[in-house]
């Protein structure tokens, strides 16, 4: 999953641009490049879940692996601004992603 999302974001690099990130909440839900950073923010973080599945929830393992603090803080707007990311991941993921955001 790590190699597909570099490779996403080698074809599209717009998707880790962090100007273009964070202006998720004030974008064009409709526009084809928004569209493909909504699905680009599904693969981030089922990539994270899984590793933090893989991790035990063990953020110092996680970081050995893949830098998950940079990629949560990065698109954070997008994970905030989603409801169904509740029902789509467990608690204690979102737990664990929280507390990045807030710098804990």
């Not at 999302?5 to 004030?26: G, R, T």
């Not at 990629?71 to 994970?79: A, G």
Request: hydrophobic share 40%; net charge neutral; aromatic share 14%.
């Amino acid at each position: 999953m790590i190699a597909k999302l570099v490779d996403v974001s080698i074809a599209y690099p717009h998707l880790e641009d962090d100007k273009f990130c964070a202006s998720w909440n004030d974008a064009d839900k409709t526009d084809k490049e928004v569209m493909r950073y909504d699905n680009y923010c599904c693969l981030v973080f089922n990539l994270l879940e899984t590793l933090w599945k893989h991790c035990g929830g063990n953020p110092k393992r996680i970081e050995a692996i893949f830098f998950a603090r940079e990629m949560v803080l990065r698109h954070k707007q997008w994970w905030k601004s989603q409801p169904n990311n509740l029902g789509g991941y467990e608690i204690p993921f979102h737990r664990y992603i929280d507390k990045i955001i807030k710098g804990e």
